[in-house]
């Protein structure tokens, strides 16, 4: 059983016709930009991950603007739905459709709206979800800000744990785990994962909040693997902008992007499928007929996780010159 996680990603645009552009942030840019906006849900198991739905958010400059929105073939249907709303949508799609997961990750954007935290506990389903500083929380009966539990906390509350290996190593942080008022369901457990940077001299630690809703007796370091997971959607956008075309299109119109993206989703999944089956024990037939009916195993050329996707594809031939 894997993870699933979602975030947003930015697709930089020129004028105005391009279905949802406007100016707005855009993390790929690191700042506001004239784009559009994707928001993914993605899923990753220890054998790989893959993106598994998307949807275009679409501003109210749009939705507000129907003729605006017939141009670009935007169905009568629809409106306008934050980013948060978009994501629950996608979340709740997938877990109908019998997507099982062991826990749910995603960003502060939709991690800090509580009617979707509050949709997965009544599921019973597990979720790591940050938060901003000034979310509120009741801890022993009161109420009180994220950031301030947080600097409360004593010297030796913390823990050095890796949060998973990134492309220099384990991504280590310090950690600690506040128990927060039990939720109704029973055998489940709220908490408050604080995430500390590792700094040497001066310079302030940042700090990074983290809602959790586990069965109970889950350890900290459960926890943090499973906040680690959230980078894997990082991943998939890297390897889908880089590898399989994600961001390379210039249709303007509803029906347009959903088709590109979605071709697109399906080429990476078919690569990380094709990645996976190659590290796997393959049957090799005898040649002789003495022998004829038996098989033998033998390792086929091994794709270690930690090798590139466009390593993979030119190794395997799939790369265009």
């Keep these: 059983m894997g993870c699933m996680s979602w975030m947003r990603t930015g697709f930089l645009k020129k004028g105005k016709k391009s279905v949802g552009v406007q100016r707005q942030y855009s993390g790929t840019a690191g700042r506001v930009e004239n784009c559009q906006i994707g928001v993914f849900l993605a899923y990753a198991t220890e054998a790989g991950h893959t993106l598994v739905d998307r949807e275009l958010y679409l501003p109210k400059s749009w939705t507000q603007d129907r003729e605006r929105c017939r141009e670009a073939d935007v169905p009568e249907e629809v409106v306008f739905a934050s980013k948060p709303q978009v994501a629950a949508r996608m979340l709740w799609r997938a877990l109908d459709a019998g997507l099982c997961a062991r826990w749910v990750t995603g960003d502060c954007v939709s991690g800090s709206n509580r009617p979707l935290r509050a949709g997965l506990e009544k599921r019973s389903q597990a979720y790591a979800l940050a938060v901003k500083c000034s979310e509120s929380v009741n801890v022993q009966g009161e109420r009180k800000r994220v950031d301030r539990i947080a600097a409360g906390l004593r010297a030796d509350q913390w823990q050095r744990l890796s949060a998973g290996n990134g492309s220099k190593g384990p991504r280590l942080f310090d950690w600690t785990g506040v128990e927060l008022d ?4 029973q055998g489940w457990q709220r908490s408050l994962v604080v995430r500390r940077s590792v700094v040497s001299g ?120």
């Excluded at 039990?182 to 369901?185: F, G, S």
């Design 182 to 185: 039990r939720p109704e369901q």
């Design 202 to 321: 001066e310079k302030p630690a940042d700090l990074a909040y983290v809602l959790v809703f586990a069965p109970c007796a889950t350890t900290l370091p459960e926890m943090v693997a499973a906040v680690g997971t959230r980078w894997t959607v990082e991943q998939c956008f890297e390897e889908g902008k880089g590898e399989v075309g994600l961001d390379e299109y210039e249709v303007r119109s509803w029906h347009g992007w959903y088709r590109h993206i979605t071709l697109s989703m399906l080429a990476h999944a078919f690569l990380m499928v094709l990645r996976m089956q190659s590290q796997t024990h393959m049957p090799e037939t005898a040649q002789n007929e003495e022998n004829e009916g038996k098989k033998r195993w033998r390792l086929s050329q091994p794709h270690f996780p930690s090798q590139s996707l466009s390593a993979f594809k030119r190794l395997r031939g799939l790369a265009c010159p």
